[in-house]
């Protein structure tokens, strides 16, 4: 390990056997193999051994094991084999929901674990001198490294260029301020937290740009050494889970009573000497009724749903984004890049001289500057004015463009509208007598406060410095005290700066442009001297020359008007919030029909609102511009105290607090920083507005399926409870006896068999088609509804009056002890629970009626019922498993008999759906007069 901070860059070149120029591949994979990956993770991954184990570590289960475990050696000193098989029978079912729950949490998992790798970082490094992006991971000591503000740092670093960078260092020294870093070399004795010309991993860069070379990686970084955790997806548990986990442990207590309740009536009434018997039946009830496997399967179907999403280009970092998605009402987005396709296109560069049209589209250097007065294309570009222009854009620049096929469009590197300046210094034929002409200086990297960025520049044939600017031409021209017009620089008067803030508000309004501002100052030998020296931007940015400014169009994205017309229909608002000019802002707002008759407002007119009045203003606007990011925490916390669930999007470092803010913080994928990343509970990783829109439908589509499986599990163990419970009650009341009307292994086959894969493929059912068109949903609304509850409630109790009827039936409507009729009627009831239950769910997969088109394209549902039904016809009709699970097969007329059971249990589910569905509809009626 080389920590560099004591030598010189050309030591350090020497030492790490690189250069200026990078690495090669083939020597980058040699460093890989000699250092291993770029990791650092304290995290303790749980073996697949200690997660099989940890599925017998419920209380009821290691009772219902111990309990059998005695009946068992009972019934080898007693030579009882039919005892023997009963506890063999017990163990091998508890086993296999053990491999169900293990396979269910192993799966989970996996699913985070693949979304892990999906949020790792990249990079942009020298190698085989040229610009590539690699994922931090595959970064080797001597790689030199490009650095902006927002990255987080992904290896110990010592900087070779440095343009105002600063860094919070906190997470490693406990400092909470930023600290100035520089190039220059520093005693052997210096100290951490002073090593000033050194970056380490895990700190994060706030400001300024440059150029490092990575000296240490992985565990031999200063973070490394304290094996710190860095993992890029936070698990906790969402606020279902947290109401689900008190759930089951009521319902655990409740169930625990009540076994011990039929425990104690049994030996009442039967006698102590079936103790053994009724002890594993009461625990083996319990165990089965209590809906032990919920946890699991809401994990499960949260990562599956995650996962959905990730397909879809919305990775969630933190598990309870997926409820709070589909319970937002307001969404405040970005513009350029969110709304917009982020693919900018100079269209126009607007001159004291001349306006001038650009062509050619996107990333090609096809394309031609034209005098619009004359309509002839400029060849030599002899006009000093658009010259100048085009010579500020490309200097005042910290992207960079790589040429690929002759047809192909350029390999790009950085901001989109930096970016767009280079293509346009291409298609007039200057770049490379720019960059040969002029050297870089200093920089002053753009941030979202000043909205500007600046370059000191030195021309190599006359050895002249010059200051070059670009940036929001309202702010710049405030900075402007000249103009440069023919050649000649001259005062710029008052008049004339209105002139021009007039033409870019018409080009803004009328063709939806992007403007940029143009200024330079040409400084003096001595002048130039002291700037170096004092680096600072105050100093620099000021007496400028305006020289023009540049159009640029970035077309919305074609899915952004659906996707808003959809948020709008889904009883979503959408504010647009982008630091761009109010007229561009109005323009796309049009096109993709956001905005309503209200004005804009911008960040001058905020700054001036008490935060009461701002309340009152974000009720009604569509949109602000002209802002900046503390005028976007201002917004959110305006609209949340109104109660609105906020959705925000952001990809800047001062992004961070709002995002924080929010109920969901959104992320960019492509144009995000690290910062922003870090912050945020979603990614977009294709920077797209619409994948919000299907980020919520599918949060509310995972929260309903939910609810479903909830529900299903609910009513099933509510309806063996209520069988068991009457079952008892009718036996001591009208034959003075008690009667077990279902032993403990069909119970456990029947947890098996409708608890596992009927409710993990309710859990992953497809959307409602009305899922979009119903209001969001309070957050605060109850797990168990009054719509669960009813299901609950009235299939609990037919599932109960139904087997009992059945049960009832087969023994002659009285007592029998005839051991074949008491198996038969036994049978009857174990069979009617599993026919009730996969019915059950077949009609909870979807909120319409039965029976419609969509009914038949839950595939998943549909294999989980057949793979059910063929185990069920097994426990009866194969003998092996007849003897296994003390079944006997049916007769015609007993089938018939538990179908016509069945039937209304169906025909109440399908009548309580349409009396909610109608509910539901008006709801949505009241919804779209609203919106």
């Given at each position: 390990?080389v920590?560099g901070?004591?030598?010189t860059?050309?030591?350090i070149y020497?030492?790490?056997d690189?250069?200026f120029?990078g690495l090669?591949t083939?020597?980058?994979?040699?460093?890989?193999?000699?250092?291993?990956?770029?990791?650092?993770?304290?995290e303790?991954?749980?073996?697949s051994i200690k997660?099989?184990?940890?599925?017998?570590?419920?209380?009821?289960?290691?009772i219902l094991l111990?309990a059998g475990l005695?009946?068992?050696?009972i019934?080898?000193?007693e030579?009882?084999?039919?005892a023997?098989i009963d506890?063999?029978?017990i163990?091998?079912?508890?086993?296999?929901?053990?491999?169900?729950?293990?396979?269910?949490?192993?799966?989970a998992?996996?699913?985070?674990?693949?979304?892990r790798?999906l949020?790792e970082?990249?990079?942009?490094?020298?190698?085989?001198h040229?610009?590539?992006y690699?994922?931090?991971?595959?970064?080797?000591?001597?790689?030199i490294i490009f650095l902006?503000?927002?990255?987080?740092?992904?290896?110990?670093?010592r900087l070779?260029?440095?343009?105002?960078?600063?860094?919070s260092e906190?997470i490693?020294?406990?400092?909470?301020t930023?600290?100035a870093?520089?190039?220059d070399?520093l005693?052997t004795?210096?100290?951490l937290?002073?090593?000033k010309?050194?970056?380490?991993?895990?700190?994060?860069?706030?400001?300024?740009?440059?150029?490092?070379?990575?000296?240490?990686?992985?565990?031999?970084?200063?973070?490394g050494?304290?094996?710190?955790?860095l993992?890029?997806?936070?698990q906790?548990?969402?606020?279902?889970?947290?109401?689900?986990d008190?759930?089951a442990?009521?319902?655990?207590?409740g169930?625990?009573?009540?076994?011990?309740i039929?425990?104690?009536?049994?030996?009442?009434?039967?006698?102590?000497?079936?103790?053994?018997?009724?002890?594993?039946?009461?625990?083996?009830?319990?165990?089965?009724?209590?809906?032990?496997?919920?946890p699991?399967?809401l994990?499960?179907?949260?990562?599956?749903?995650i996962?959905r999403?990730?397909k879809k280009?919305?990775?969630v970092?933190?598990l309870?984004?997926?409820?709070?998605?589909?319970s937002?009402?307001?969404?405040?987005?970005?513009?350029?890049?969110?709304l917009t396709r982020n693919e900018?296109?100079?269209?126009?560069?607007?001159?004291l001289?001349?306006?001038?049209?650009?062509t050619?589209?996107?990333?090609?250097?096809?394309g031609n500057?034209?005098a619009?007065?004359?309509?002839?294309?400029?060849?030599s570009?002899?006009?000093?004015?658009?010259?100048?222009n085009?010579?500020?854009?490309?200097l005042?620049?910290?992207?960079?463009?790589?040429?690929q096929?002759?047809n192909d469009?350029?390999?790009?590197f950085?901001?989109?509208?930096?970016?767009?300046l280079?293509?346009?210094?291409?298609?007039?034929?200057t770049?490379?007598?720019?960059?040969s002409?002029?050297?870089?200086?200093?920089?002053?990297?753009?941030?979202?406060?000043?909205?500007?960025m600046?370059v000191i520049?030195?021309?190599?044939?006359?050895e002249?410095?010059a200051?070059?600017?670009k940036?929001a031409?309202d702010?710049l021209?405030d900075?402007?005290?000249?103009?440069?017009?023919?050649?000649v620089?001259?005062?710029?008067?008052k008049a004339?700066k209105?002139?021009?803030?007039?033409n870019s508000?018409?080009?803004?309004?009328?063709?939806a442009?992007?403007?940029?501002g143009?200024?330079?100052?040409?400084i003096?030998?001595e002048?130039a001297?002291?700037?170096?020296?004092?680096?600072?931007s105050?100093?620099v940015?000021r007496?400028?020359t305006?020289a023009?400014?540049?159009g640029?169009?970035?077309?919305?994205?074609?899915?952004s008007?659906?996707?808003?017309?959809?948020?709008?229909?889904?009883?979503?608002?959408?504010?647009m919030?982008?630091?761009?000019h109010?007229e561009t802002?109005?323009?796309?707002?049009?096109?993709?029909?956001?905005t309503?008759?209200?004005?804009?407002i911008?960040?001058?007119?905020?700054d001036?609102?008490?935060?009461?009045?701002?309340?009152?203003?974000?009720?009604t606007?569509?949109?602000?511009?002209?802002v900046?990011p503390?005028?976007?925490?201002?917004?959110?916390?305006?609209l949340?105290?109104l109660?609105e669930?906020?959705t925000?999007?952001?990809?800047?470092?001062n992004?961070?607090p709002?995002?924080?803010?929010a109920?969901?913080?959104?992320?960019?994928?492509i144009?995000g920083?690290?910062?922003s990343k870090?912050a945020?509970?979603?990614?977009?990783?294709d920077?797209?507005?619409?994948n919000?829109?299907?980020?919520?439908?599918e949060?509310?589509?995972?929260y309903?399926?939910?609810?479903?499986?909830?529900?299903?599990?609910?009513?099933?163990?509510a309806?063996?409870?209520?069988?068991?419970?009457?079952g008892?009650?009718?036996?001591?009341i009208f034959?003075k006896?008690?009667?077990?009307?279902i032993?403990?292994?069909q119970?456990?086959?029947?947890?098996?068999?409708?608890?596992?894969?009927?409710a993990l493929?309710l859990g992953?059912?497809?959307?409602?088609?009305?899922?979009?068109?119903?209001?969001?949903?309070?957050?605060?609304?109850?797990?168990?509804?009054?719509?669960?509850?009813?299901s609950?409630?009235?299939s609990?109790?037919m599932?109960g009056?139904?087997?009992?009827?059945?049960?009832?039936?087969?023994?002659?409507?009285?007592?029998?002890?005839?051991?074949?009729?008491?198996?038969a009627?036994?049978?009857?009831?174990f069979?009617?629970?599993?026919v009730?239950?996969?019915?059950?769910?077949?009609?909870?997969c979807?909120d319409?009626?039965?029976?419609?088109?969509?009914?038949f394209?839950?595939?998943?549902l549909?294999?989980a019922?057949?793979?059910?039904?063929i185990m069920?016809?097994?426990?009866l009709?194969?003998?092996?498993?007849?003897?296994f699970?003390?079944?006997?097969?049916?007769?015609?007329?007993?089938?018939l008999?538990?179908?016509?059971?069945a039937?209304?249990?169906?025909?109440?589910?399908e009548?309580?759906?349409?009396?909610?569905?109608r509910?539901?509809?008006?709801?949505?009626?009241?919804?779209?007069?609203?919106?």
């Amino acid at each position: 390990m080389v920590s560099g901070f004591d030598k010189t860059v050309e030591e350090i070149y020497d030492l790490l056997d690189s250069q200026f120029e990078g690495l090669s591949t083939e020597e980058a994979k040699k460093r890989i193999e000699k250092h291993g990956q770029n990791i650092v993770s304290s995290e303790k991954k749980t073996s697949s051994i200690k997660l099989f184990l940890s599925q017998f570590k419920d209380l009821l289960v290691i009772i219902l094991l111990i309990a059998g475990l005695i009946t068992g050696v009972i019934g080898i000193i007693e030579s009882n084999l039919e005892a023997i098989i009963d506890v063999s029978a017990i163990a091998i079912v508890v086993l296999l929901n053990a491999c169900l729950g293990f396979y269910q949490e192993y799966s989970a998992e996996k699913a985070i674990s693949a979304l892990r790798k999906l949020s790792e970082s990249q990079v942009i490094v020298v190698r085989d001198h040229k610009k590539i992006y690699i994922d931090s991971e595959y970064v080797v000591p001597g790689d030199i490294i490009f650095l902006e503000a927002g990255n987080s740092v992904v290896a110990d670093i010592r900087l070779i260029q440095s343009y105002e960078i600063r860094v919070s260092e906190g997470i490693l020294t406990g400092e909470s301020t930023t600290i100035a870093k520089h190039t220059d070399s520093l005693p052997t004795d210096t100290q951490l937290a002073d090593r000033k010309n050194t970056l380490f991993k895990g700190t994060t860069i706030v400001n300024g740009s440059g150029l490092g070379i990575v000296v240490s990686t992985g565990f031999l970084t200063e973070l490394g050494k304290i094996a710190s955790s860095l993992l890029s997806i936070e698990q906790e548990d969402t606020p279902i889970q947290k109401k689900l986990d008190q759930l089951a442990k009521q319902i655990t207590i409740g169930i625990g009573i009540l076994s011990v309740i039929i425990f104690l009536i049994g030996i009442l009434s039967i006698g102590v000497s079936s103790w053994a018997v009724l002890l594993i039946f009461s625990i083996g009830l319990a165990v089965a009724a209590v809906p032990e496997g919920l946890p699991a399967v809401l994990t499960l179907s949260l990562a599956l749903g995650i996962n959905r999403l990730a397909k879809k280009n919305a990775l969630v970092r933190k598990l309870p984004a997926v409820e709070v998605l589909g319970s937002s009402t307001i969404i405040c987005t970005d513009k350029t890049g969110t709304l917009t396709r982020n693919e900018q296109t100079v269209r126009l560069i607007w001159t004291l001289d001349t306006k001038y049209s650009v062509t050619g589209d996107g990333y090609f250097s096809s394309g031609n500057i034209v005098a619009k007065e004359t309509g002839k294309k400029e060849e030599s570009l002899t006009n000093s004015t658009l010259l100048k222009n085009i010579e500020i854009g490309a200097l005042a620049n910290e992207a960079a463009i790589e040429k690929q096929g002759e047809n192909d469009p350029y390999k790009i590197f950085g901001d989109p509208t930096e970016v767009a300046l280079l293509i346009l210094a291409e298609k007039g034929q200057t770049m490379e007598t720019i960059q040969s002409e002029w050297s870089l200086e200093y920089l002053f990297p753009f941030d979202s406060d000043r909205k500007r960025m600046s370059v000191i520049v030195k021309n190599r044939k006359t050895e002249k410095y010059a200051i070059m600017v670009k940036g929001a031409l309202d702010i710049l021209l405030d900075f402007c005290t000249n103009q440069f017009s023919n050649n000649v620089v001259s005062p710029l008067e008052k008049a004339s700066k209105q002139i021009i803030i007039q033409n870019s508000e018409n080009y803004s309004a009328s063709y939806a442009y992007r403007i940029l501002g143009m200024a330079f100052r040409e400084i003096t030998d001595e002048e130039a001297e002291k700037l170096l020296l004092s680096k600072k931007s105050e100093l620099v940015e000021r007496n400028l020359t305006f020289a023009g400014f540049v159009g640029m169009i970035d077309p919305p994205r074609t899915q952004s008007r659906p996707a808003i017309l959809k948020a709008k229909a889904a009883g979503i608002r959408v504010i647009m919030i982008t630091g761009d000019h109010v007229e561009t802002a109005k323009a796309i707002g049009r096109s993709i029909s956001l905005t309503t008759s209200t004005t804009p407002i911008t960040g001058k007119v905020l700054d001036k609102m008490t935060d009461d009045e701002l309340e009152l203003i974000v009720q009604t606007t569509d949109i602000f511009a002209r802002v900046n990011p503390h005028h976007k925490l201002r917004i959110i916390n305006a609209l949340k105290k109104l109660g609105e669930i906020v959705t925000m999007t952001g990809d800047g470092v001062n992004d961070s607090p709002a995002l924080k803010r929010a109920d969901i913080g959104v992320a960019m994928g492509i144009t995000g920083t690290d910062v922003s990343k870090e912050a945020s509970d979603m990614i977009l990783v294709d920077d797209n507005f619409a994948n919000i829109i299907e980020a919520v439908s599918e949060g509310r589509t995972i929260y309903s399926n939910i609810k479903k499986f909830i529900g299903y599990l609910l009513s099933a163990n509510a309806g063996e409870l209520i069988t068991v419970l009457f079952g008892i009650i009718f036996g001591l009341i009208f034959f003075k006896t008690t009667i077990i009307p279902i032993l403990t292994i069909q119970l456990l086959y029947i947890n098996l068999l409708t608890d596992t894969f009927p409710a993990l493929a309710l859990g992953v059912s497809p959307a409602e088609e009305d899922i979009m068109l119903r209001k969001p949903r309070n957050p605060k609304e109850p797990l168990i509804d009054k719509e669960m509850l009813v299901s609950i409630i009235t299939s609990g109790l037919m599932y109960g009056i139904g087997t009992l009827f059945g049960y009832f039936w087969a023994m002659g409507f009285t007592l029998s002890t005839d051991v074949e009729t008491v198996k038969a009627a036994q049978t009857m009831v174990f069979v009617s629970l599993v026919v009730y239950q996969l019915l059950h769910s077949l009609s909870l997969c979807q909120d319409d009626l039965i029976f419609t088109k969509k009914f038949f394209k839950n595939h998943k549902l549909f294999l989980a019922v057949l793979f059910s039904i063929i185990m069920l016809v097994i426990a009866l009709y194969v003998p092996f498993m007849s003897r296994f699970a003390h079944t006997t097969p049916l007769n015609g007329m007993q089938w018939l008999i538990v179908l016509l059971t069945a039937l209304p249990i169906m025909i109440a589910d399908e009548v309580r759906k349409f009396i909610f569905n109608r509910i539901r509809k008006n709801k949505i009626a009241e919804l779209n007069d609203t919106y």
